[in-house]
């Protein structure tokens, strides 16, 4: 269940439109339904109050105003195994020096001119 602090992902009539965190879950007046305080993570920020069972907390669809909405918990994604061996490892040694990376310039020195 997504839980206090958790960023979800909104889905309005099965598209995702935006993401937002949790920032409180409330008991609410009706028994077995939570205001669900939602931080949208939009310019200007946002702050909604959403009430709801936990099923719909838990990603199960319900309707808002008529549309389907759905709540989908945001969970970082591992690093593929092929990265982390480039980063262990370092830089290939075989290839040329100079040829495929980057120029360093110096911020330093271009204040010093």
Not at 25 to 49: A, G, N
Not at 69 to 90: F, Q
Request: aromatic share 6%.
């Amino acid at each position: 269940m997504a839980q206090e602090k958790d960023v979800v992902l909104i889905h309005f009539e099965n598209q995702p439109i935006g993401f937002a965190r949790i920032e409180s879950i409330q008991p609410d007046q009706k028994p077995e339904w939570f205001q669900v305080k939602l931080l949208l993570l939009q310019v200007p920020l946002q702050s909604v109050t959403w009430i709801l069972r936990p099923a719909y907390i838990n990603g199960e669809p319900f309707t808002m105003g008529g549309k389907q909405m759905r709540l989908e918990k945001v969970v970082c994604p591992e690093e593929e195994p092929a990265e982390s061996a480039a980063l262990e490892t370092g830089p290939d040694p075989d290839k040329k020096k100079g040829t495929a990376a980057g120029k360093v310039i110096s911020l330093t020195d271009l204040k010093r001119k």
